[in-house]
């Protein structure tokens, strides 16, 4: 019996077929896993009154508070230049219990200053999982990405669904200084995540990930158009998702219960729409959908601002639906355009969008104090219609988009 031969060190490597197989169980598991981190997440906005009469803060101030949580999204092109290179899977798997602790603690800080500090640490463990989990969610979800990001996106947005209520009732069981009791579900989750991902990879199957030098000619053209879009919907994403509460609370005159009752209808509505949008994009192309979502979202904000109490509900549902929902195919944009650097292609995303967000809390708070909260919202509906021209030239440079 003869040994077998050698192989030729000339013979060229066969390369590995990218897995185009949509993992149903793995894309379930991370998305579990953005619920609950978003959960935790979305307790910030629905206590904004309560730590406005606290603190004694302006609505400058009082919104200003969610900048903090964005500020270091300013380092998610470095997460993401790792993640494209090495596997970061323990970023996504200990963050909902990271973020749940420190988000549970908030009402044990006793000063602005001290909040502030607790909230940048908050920021530092939302990047650390909103850059890598998308490439991990694109990665498994083989060549249905944008039903993949959908899913994805769905369940952050059933998070910031049952955020609102979650912290409302924690309050009213615990106090507002007994909320770290709610912690323990986020260790739960992130042990969960352990057992299920702890082998699954979180960087891209291309092996020219490693060079980011077929990232920059491409972000210089798409980059500045994702940053227009960006800027024109920001001015309403941050009144709906940061100061809807004081809206409620100052202009409609509501309570606490009744400001997470309007965000968890919003974010509830906005779990259907990210569910479908990316899906549907997938069949009708991106930015027709991006179009109609647009414009729809600009008209039903006019119409909320304007309407009777009675009309406020259906018309948050339409907000969700219409508002929320386009982030999931602006991702799916974003994974296709960048499939060799999807990790880096997605941290710099995020971090000019959390950028640009920060910059539209600062400026709605700013309009609040100075023209009330009514006129600020306004002008975000009216500036969302700026975003239309952006879309058609997205149509134009992006291969992925139809």
Not at 21 to 49: C, K, M, R
Request: glycine share 8%; with cysteine; proline share 6%.
């Amino acid at each position: 019996m003869q040994p077998p031969p050698f192989p030729n060190p000339r013979s060229p490597i066969p390369m590995k077929k990218p897995d185009n197989t949509f993992h149903t169980d793995q894309v379930a598991t991370i998305a579990g896993g953005h619920f609950t981190h978003d959960t935790y997440s979305a307790f910030l906005a629905p206590l904004l009154p309560l730590l406005q009469d606290r603190l004694a803060t302006n609505y400058a101030f009082t919104g200003g508070l969610a900048i903090f949580t964005q500020l270091p999204s300013l380092m998610n092109p470095f997460i993401g230049y790792l993640a494209d290179r090495i596997s970061l899977r323990y970023f996504i798997i200990l963050a909902p219990a990271i973020t749940g602790t420190l988000m549970s603690c908030i009402g044990l800080t006793s000063n602005y200053v001290m909040l502030a500090m607790l909230l940048t640490a908050v920021g530092f463990s939302i990047s650390a999982f909103h850059a890598p989990a998308p490439a991990m969610i694109a990665r498994v979800s083989g060549d249905r990405v944008g039903k993949g990001m959908s899913m994805f996106m769905a369940a952050g947005e059933m998070g910031r669904t049952l955020g609102p209520i979650a912290v409302a009732a924690g309050v009213s069981w615990f106090g507002l200084e007994g909320l770290w009791r709610m912690a323990f579900v986020g260790w739960a989750v992130s042990g969960i995540l352990y057992l299920r991902l702890r082998n699954v990879a979180a960087r891209p199957q291309s092996k020219t990930a490693v060079s980011a030098a077929t990232f920059w000619p491409k972000a210089r053209r798409l980059f500045p158009i994702f940053t227009w879009l960006m800027v024109t919907r920001i001015l309403m994403l941050a009144s709906l998702t940061t100061f809807l509460t004081l809206y409620i609370n100052d202009v409609r005159e509501g309570n606490l219960w009744l400001g997470a009752a309007a965000l968890t209808i919003l974010e509830g509505a906005g779990v259907v729409g990210a569910l479908f949008a990316g899906t549907l994009s997938d069949k009708l192309g991106r930015v027709k959908v991006l179009l109609v979502l647009t414009a729809l979202s600009a008209i039903i904000m006019l119409a909320f601002l304007y309407a009777p109490n009675w009309a406020i509900v259906p018309l948050l549902i339409g907000l969700g639906l219409t508002a929320i929902s386009p982030q999931p195919v602006l991702l799916a944009v974003v994974q296709d355009e960048f499939a060799e650097n999807r990790a880096l292609a997605n941290g710099s995303y995020l971090a000019v969008n959390f950028a640009v967000r920060a910059m539209g809390i600062a400026i709605v708070g700013v309009l609040a104090d100075k023209i009330g909260l009514q006129s600020s919202f306004i002008i975000g509906g009216v500036v969302m219609f700026t975003g239309i021209p952006a879309i058609v030239m997205l149509g134009k440079e992006a291969k992925s988009v139809y």
